[in-house]
């Protein structure tokens, strides 16, 4: 089941495809925003990636360790409450970078349509590039969150938000970490990929401010080879217009959704107006569980793989019943992360 790792060198209403998986967010973050509060400024630079290996022999552990029973009583992903954060000077401007196009590879997979939540009608293809994430936070219990596949350079990147690959201030690195694309009620049509490497960003790390809620996972090979050769990647752009139609995904968990299966808001985003943070919004009402899933812009659902990626499912504005998905601005620093750890 498991690849031996190649030597590396050192990137509008929720609406459902059968049922899914997203992150709580939790009410106290919205207080801890409040503009006027006590600012504090990180220590490391908060745009900056910080990198935790994951243990030889993890893949086959991680196997073992999520059992049918696990995976079903794992809770939806909700972060560690924020604290206020001064958000360093915005990165300067600079021309959009190219996008690294997606992965034709596959074939198209029987495609579902979305259920409407809350009596929305709208029709978007499930993806196989999107999955479902499962994980042992540094708390010991077990959580879901969402993903997805990004064409990288060796094939094997997974995007997803911070949160789920780390807990935040004062906690640590997930564990037993694993990526189901595709994940349908329990099925795992296209096999299970294992964390090699999981990134995220000081901003997150340290302060749990929300403007640097992205991880990114770099998995290891399984019996279908790599990650994106096997199901597909998304491509990924940064310092794009924060206007822009977008197609958010994810799993759904907390009620009234079950984590069974993908859901999707499909909205134009817009500037969230906090100086705390550098994040954008849109029209969303997805729940816990659905973190780390993917802003898609392009989508094309005649085709699974496309479209780029210019942001992760992070926070709502209410945990108990949403209203506004937020995102991280994909700036330079994203991209910077992308390129590192694209070879990787």
Request: charged fraction near 15%.
């Amino acid at each position: 089941m498991f690849g031996i790792r190649k030597r590396r060198s050192s990137t509008t209403t929720a609406v459902g495809f059968a049922t899914a998986a997203l992150l709580l967010l939790p009410v106290a973050a919205q207080a801890a925003e409040t503009p006027g509060a006590p600012a504090t400024r990180t220590a490391a630079k908060a745009d900056t990636a910080v990198e935790h290996v994951v243990p030889t022999g993890a893949a086959a552990r991680a196997a073992e360790y999520w059992t049918p029973e696990r995976m079903a009583a794992a809770l939806p992903a909700t972060p560690a409450e924020a604290r206020t954060a001064e958000r360093p000077g915005a990165p300067a401007p600079s021309a959009p970078q190219k996008p690294t196009g997606p992965a034709a590879t596959g074939s198209d997979p029987v495609a579902g349509t979305a259920a409407a939540a809350g009596g929305i009608k709208v029709s978007v293809t499930a993806t196989r590039v999107v999955g479902k994430v499962f994980y042992r936070a540094s708390d010991g219990k077990d959580y879901v969150c969402s993903g997805s596949a990004v064409n990288s350079t060796n094939k094997n990147m997974v995007f997803t938000a911070g949160h789920c690959v780390h807990g935040g201030p004062g906690q640590s690195w997930a564990s037993n970490w694993q990526f189901v694309p595709y994940y349908d009620h329990g099925s795992r049509p296209y096999g299970t990929w294992w964390a090699e490497r999981l990134v995220a960003f000081n901003g997150w790390i340290n302060d749990g401010n929300f403007g640097y809620d992205v991880g990114i996972v770099i998995t290891s090979p399984n019996s279908r080879g790599e990650l994106v050769n096997a199901v597909g990647g998304l491509g990924i752009q940064w310092n794009h217009p924060k206007d822009r139609s977008m197609t958010a995904m994810g799993y759904p968990q907390a009620p009234p959704f079950d984590g069974q299966w993908q859901y999707f808001c499909a909205a134009t985003t817009s500037q969230r107006s906090w100086w705390t943070t550098d994040q954008i919004k849109m029209p969303c009402n997805m729940t816990g569980g659905s973190s780390g899933g993917p802003w898609i812009h392009g989508k094309d659902d005649n085709v699974y793989y496309s479209g780029w990626v210019n942001g992760v499912n992070s926070n709502v504005d209410n945990r108990d019943n949403p209203t506004e998905m937020r995102s991280p601005y994909f700036a330079t620093w994203v991209g910077d992360a992308f390129n590192t750890y694209s070879t990787y």
